[in-house]
Every structure is written in structure tokens, then in C-alpha cells.
């Protein structure tokens, strides 16, 4: 298992310690964890080996998201972001590569609204100017730990990985919960049935939000039945209150948070 291993954990150390975030529930810092790391991170890399590591406590707490509603998310330790990093670093090329859309952007390397929204206006200038715009509800609730792990065994097939990445995510209040560096890739991943069921339509997503793009009305209000159909087949729904076929869509108007 090389991707949890003492050079994986050192860099996923390297780029976590960049961020100015805050200690876990045991106090330990980035800048103490870094001090530490010559004697830290070979010890949680043999964890990791011999199948012993186990997540850390969570520190409870919240934040105001765009909209102003707080968000209750949970903080886990500075080792086990340090682990979520690795591991998201190792499968993320696999899912680039096997599994994501080339029109899905948000929480993937360099794809962000402005991908969106450029992929979003190639649709309008060739006359699709009716959207059907349905944003996904609650779409990092309702899972548990071995659900997501057969997501990711799909495209994953090493035993021993797997058995430690639901060990993760087990630790965890729900497997998708906000605060996990795990949380955006396996968001992504949760939808990708969903993205394969409607690739045929001209259709754009940006994190949560689809956006098919159609000629005329008709067209549009059947993309949106589609995406809701489609959604409640993998056991989710739509937010009704801001999703809706829009005329005329203007694009800068699209994948706004809270929007």
C-alpha cells in the first residue's frame, strides 16, 4: 500500500501545513505536528501498514456559509487530514481518468465555476438559451461508510486501501460531512452514476448544480424531469425551492452559491 506510505504522508503534511486552519480536537497544530513529523509520520505510516490507525477525535463546530446559515461540520485532528489528503491524493487521478465527466466542474484540479460557466456559454451562443436548472438536496447527506466505500470500489481494487478508507470515513458523523478533506472528491463521486445516465443531454454541472441547456421549452422541462427522475433512481432529490427551468438564461446568472 506505497500511497500511505512515509513519503505520501510527508507530502500530504508538506501541503496541508499551508493552510491556516485550525488545531483538532487534541490540540495538535500544523506547526507542532510539523516539528514532530520526523518521529510522527513514520509511526502513522506504519499504522496505516499494519492496519492499526484509527481516526482521532472530532472538534464540533460551525460556520457561516455565503447565504449567512451556519453550518455544523466536524473538525477532524491534523493527522487525519494529513491521511484524508493522502488518500484523496491517490485516487483522485484514478477518478479523473475513470470516472468524472469532462463537463463536471467544482472540487476537481483546476475546474471551478469559470470552467462551468464557459462550457454553460458554448451551449447559449449556439442557441440554447432555455436551462433546465436543478440543484441537488442535501447531496453530502445519507450515506454511510460501506455505501461509500463500494462507490469507490468501483474504480479502486486494492483490498487494503479500501478497508483503511472506510476506516476513514467511519470515523467520521456521516461520510460526506463538511469538514473532511475526503467531503468535495466524494461528492463528485456520489453523482457520477447520475452524470452517466444524462451525458447525452447539453448539460453543464458545477458542484451540486446541473444545468441542461435546450432550444425551446419543451425540450427544457423534459431535461428537468429527466434530472429529477434520474436523481431519485441513486436516492436523491431535488431542492424545489431553487430548482427551475429559466428563459433566456444569462450565464453569469448560473452556479451561483445560494443562487
Not at 1 to 13: D, H, I, T
Request: proline share 5%.
Amino acid at each position: 500500500m506505497p500511497f500511505l506510505g512515509e513519503r505520501f504522508l510527508a507530502r500530504a503534511l508538506r501541503e496541508g501545513g499551508r493552510r491556516r486552519s485550525t488545531a483538532g480536537a487534541d490540540g495538535m497544530t500544523w506547526a507542532a505536528y510539523r516539528r514532530q513529523a520526523h518521529v510522527l509520520i513514520p509511526r502513522l505510516a506504519q499504522a496505516l501498514h499494519e492496519g492499526t490507525w484509527r481516526p482521532g477525535p472530532l472538534r464540533r463546530t460551525s460556520f457561516a456559509t455565503y447565504t449567512g446559515k451556519e453550518l455544523p461540520c466536524a473538525i477532524p485532528t491534523v493527522q487525519d487530514r494529513i491521511v484524508h489528503r493522502a488518500m484523496r491524493a491517490a485516487v483522485e487521478p484514478i477518478l479523473e481518468a475513470r470516472a468524472f465527466a469532462d463537463w463536471v466542474s467544482g472540487y476537481r484540479p483546476r475546474r471551478n465555476r469559470i470552467t462551468a460557466m464557459r462550457q454553460a456559454m458554448a451551449h447559449t451562443d449556439a442557441g440554447c438559451r432555455w436551462v433546465a436548472d436543478v440543484d441537488v438536496k442535501q447531496v453530502s447527506a445519507g450515506s454511510n461508510a460501506a455505501e461509500v466505500t463500494d462507490w469507490l470500489a468501483r474504480y479502486v481494487h486494492d483490498g487494503t486501501f479500501l478497508d483503511r478508507f472506510r476506516t476513514a470515513v467511519a470515523g467520521l458523523p456521516s461520510p460526506l460531512a463538511p469538514g473532511s478533506g475526503l467531503t468535495p472528491i466524494l461528492i463528485n463521486l456520489r453523482l457520477t452514476p447520475a452524470d452517466r445516465l444524462l451525458a447525452d443531454l447539453r448539460i453543464v454541472r458545477f458542484a451540486d448544480n446541473y444545468c441542461a441547456f435546450a432550444s425551446e421549452r419543451g425540450e427544457a422541462e423534459r431535461a428537468f424531469h429527466r434530472i429529477t427522475e434520474t436523481l431519485a433512481a441513486i436516492g436523491l432529490s431535488a431542492n424545489r425551492t431553487k430548482s427551475r427551468v429559466r428563459a433566456e438564461a444569462c450565464v453569469e446568472d448560473l452556479f451561483l452559491i445560494g443562487g
